[in-house]
């Protein structure tokens, strides 16, 4: 084989794929990045709060515990969730065009859910951001969650569009998959909020 057709095929890249998932798409890691950085935030909103339990006598300080309601509602729609996002990342990743419109109108559907419910949520937390430490922590681990919502709710709402209007090529395949994987993680990241919330509140 002479130099030059060695150096033809190395550089033959016809058979590439013009769109890959997961792992090895750099949209992937990007995400898993911003988890992490975000996954640091959290924890340090959550050690704070502990922090300044630690702190005092009494915890509320003056104020009764979160109503557990709203916020339980709130966590059986957040779990329930992770369904249509994993379904839309599955179709995502097949490229079935009927399959992510179907799963992105219904993952839009619980996000719209879950950011009215949370409204419901702050108002019965029966403390304002500006009472006392308790009050200020405790809207501020809300307040971090809400904005990731809100956030990947927009992503959702504006991939939807584009799914039923388009043009539309691979990558908005990739957009989806990486849509619901930071969704995996929205849902994850509630959990131990909720717990520290609703039953920091309320343990001994």
Request: charged content about 15%; aromatic content about 16%.
């Amino acid at each position: 084989m002479n130099q030059a057709v060695a150096k033809g095929r190395a550089l033959d890249v016809a058979e590439l794929p013009t769109v890959v998932f997961s792992h090895r798409s750099l949209m992937w890691w990007g995400t898993l990045g911003v988890m992490a950085i975000e996954s640091t935030v959290f924890a340090l909103a959550v050690m704070a709060y502990f922090y300044l339990r630690s702190h005092q006598e009494t915890w509320p300080i003056t104020s009764l515990p979160p109503d557990l309601r709203w916020g339980t509602i709130n966590t059986v729609i957040m779990v329930v969730s992770f369904l249509p996002a994993h379904l839309a990342k599955r179709a995502a990743e097949k490229m079935d065009l009927d399959g992510v419109r179907i799963w992105l109108v219904a993952s839009t559907v619980f996000g719209i859910a879950f950011t009215f419910v949370r409204a419901l949520e702050f108002s019965t937390l029966n403390v304002r951001w500006d009472s006392n430490a308790y009050g200020s922590v405790v809207w501020l681990l809300l307040g971090l969650h809400t904005t990731h919502i809100v956030t990947d709710l927009l992503d959702t709402i504006v991939l939807t569009v584009l799914f039923f209007t388009g043009p539309l090529d691979g990558k908005r395949y990739v957009d989806v998959s990486e849509n619901s994987f930071y969704w995996y993680f929205v849902v994850a990241a509630w959990l131990p909020i909720y717990f520290v919330i609703y039953f920091g509140a309320r343990a001994p």
